[in-house]
């Protein structure tokens, strides 16, 4: 973090965002970012940063792979320089990009005009216990965790190209569905996908939501005997995505960034953890449930299935509460 004064922020200050990171990690972000007050332009991966933008959580986006981030790390002189005409005048910086090299910081901080400039690590140490939102917020000086952030609103064309999208995979307009994302970043991160199959059935209506992941590493014939049996969406475009999250009944995943999109959207979640630490990178959200254990293959179906009837319960108490 770099050296500020303990002045209050003003809420029309010009606040410019950067995490390059995944989805998970880009929701997570949104999170801290609502604290902030201010104007917010975010800059990351361009679906990614509209995909905020369209929630109300930022007021610009600027995608992060079309910048020459390079010259934050470069010796060419600022004035020569493409980047900061295209970041554009700031009056604070929060980044997750660059962090921990100072010249790097610097430079960026100097490129956007920043007068104060914070720098977030993009994990947590191995010695903190907390959340990395609360990491977040502690190094910013906020009061308190954010365990439970406002719900994210989405547009109604997003609800109406999910309509569209579940009418295409088989689910009637009005009709009650879960959705089930048997899919992660990581194999080791992946619950058995019978077990997921099993759930499904419990449930009633499920639909399957498979990622650009499952789709490019899974077996020839795996969706196909998944379509076979139940409704599946493949790949949708994110602001599709959001609006067939925050339609669902439930939702079960394993550690990955629709969980915390659906978590951050209102959605009723169910999270599954294994090798990674969900006291670190659960999602947060106003009715969210973690079942975890050393080896994803040691969750059982019960287990999971019951997170959903919990998760149900704590959403229906929420939308009861004055």
């Known amino acids: 973090m770099m050296p500020h004064g303990p002045e209050a922020l003003s809420r029309q200050e010009r606040i410019l965002a950067v995490h390059s990171g995944a989805l998970g990690?880009?929701?997570?972000?949104?999170?801290?970012?609502?604290?902030?007050?201010?104007?917010?332009?975010?800059?990351?991966?361009?679906?990614?940063?509209?995909?905020?933008?369209?929630?109300?959580?930022?007021?610009?986006?600027?995608?992060?792979?079309?910048?020459?981030?390079?010259?934050?790390?470069?010796?060419?002189?600022?004035?020569?320089?493409?980047?900061p005409a295209l970041l554009g005048r700031h009056d604070r910086l929060v980044s997750c990009f660059a962090a921990g090299d100072r010249k790097a910081?610097?430079?960026?901080?100097?490129?956007?005009?920043?007068?104060?400039?914070?720098?977030?690590?993009?994990?947590?140490?191995?010695?903190?216990?907390?959340?990395?939102?609360?990491?977040?917020?502690?190094?910013?000086?906020?009061?308190?965790?954010?365990?439970?952030?406002?719900?994210?609103r989405i547009p109604d064309s997003w609800r109406e190209a999910a309509a569209g999208?579940?009418?295409?995979?088989?689910?009637?307009?009005?009709?009650?569905?879960?959705?089930?994302?048997?899919?992660?970043?990581?194999?080791?991160?992946?619950?058995?996908?019978?077990?997921?199959?099993?759930?499904?059935?419990?449930?009633?209506?499920?639909?399957?939501?498979?990622?650009?992941?499952?789709?490019?590493?899974?077996?020839?014939?795996?969706?196909?005997?998944?379509?076979?049996?139940?409704?599946?969406?493949?790949?949708?475009?994110?602001p599709v995505l959001a609006g067939l999250l925050a339609g669902a009944d439930a939702v079960v995943c394993n550690d990955s960034g629709i969980g915390h999109l659906a978590a951050a959207v209102g959605a009723p979640t169910v999270a599954l953890f294994g090798p990674t630490r969900p006291e670190h990178f659960a999602p947060r959200g106003r009715a969210v449930r973690v079942v975890a254990a050393d080896r994803m293959q040691d969750i059982s179906v019960d287990d999971v299935e019951a997170a959903v009837r919990a998760s149900l319960d704590r959403a229906g108490s929420v939308e009861s509460s004055p």
């Open 105 to 152: 910081e610097l430079r960026l901080a100097a490129m956007c005009g920043a007068r104060r400039a914070d720098f977030l690590p993009i994990r947590p140490p191995k010695a903190f216990r907390g959340h990395l939102l609360d990491l977040w917020a502690g190094l910013l000086g906020l009061d308190g965790p954010a365990r439970d952030p406002p719900t994210w």
């Open 25 to 83: 990690d880009v929701v997570l972000f949104g999170h801290l970012l609502g604290r902030l007050g201010g104007t917010v332009t975010l800059v990351a991966g361009g679906a990614k940063a509209r995909l905020l933008a369209g929630m109300g959580v930022a007021a610009g986006a600027v995608d992060f792979d079309t910048l020459p981030m390079h010259e934050v790390f470069s010796e060419t002189q600022l004035d020569a320089c493409e980047l």
């Open 165 to 238: 999208a579940l009418a295409q995979a088989g689910v009637r307009e009005g009709e009650a569905y879960a959705v089930l994302h048997p899919g992660s970043g990581g194999e080791a991160k992946c619950w058995p996908l019978d077990r997921f199959e099993l759930l499904a059935r419990r449930l009633g209506r499920s639909v399957f939501v498979v990622g650009p992941v499952e789709a490019d590493r899974w077996p020839a014939g795996r969706i196909e005997r998944l379509r076979a049996a139940f409704a599946v969406r493949v790949c949708s475009e994110l």
